[in-house]
């Protein structure tokens, strides 16, 4: 089964930007809708965004217009553009098939602070 590993999360200050990947470590994520979620010390793990297989995308309320999913097949890659950060989108994002609650990566930390 498909297993991931993510990337790219940093410090940044609000309104800046940063591109997070998952990446197949093994597998591919070529049948699957992949998801990234989020978690903050002390609270359950949240959806953040999701892109079926047919690269539907979509989004919590929360990131609408801030973040954007993309998908390449052939780079066994998830990605998430997140833009406009705001100091409440700090956190670790996870990165796993739609649904699947087993196999989670270790995480790339996000911290927005001035």
């Known amino acids: 089964q498909v297993q991931f590993v993510e990337s790219g999360g940093g410090s940044v200050q609000p309104g800046e930007s940063l591109r997070l990947s998952c990446a197949a470590s093994q597998g591919a994520i070529e049948p699957s809708a992949v998801a990234w979620y989020r978690q903050v010390p002390g609270k359950p793990r949240e959806i953040v965004s999701w892109i079926t297989s047919s690269n539907n995308a979509n989004y919590a309320d929360f990131v609408k217009g801030r973040f954007m999913i993309s998908r390449d097949n052939a780079e066994n890659t998830v990605y998430l553009q997140l833009y406009s950060l705001k100091p409440e989108d700090t956190g670790t994002y996870y990165c796993?098939?739609?649904?699947?609650?087993?196999?989670w990566g270790q995480g790339t930390q996000v911290t927005v602070s001035s």
């Open positions: 796993n098939v739609l649904g699947r609650d087993y196999y």
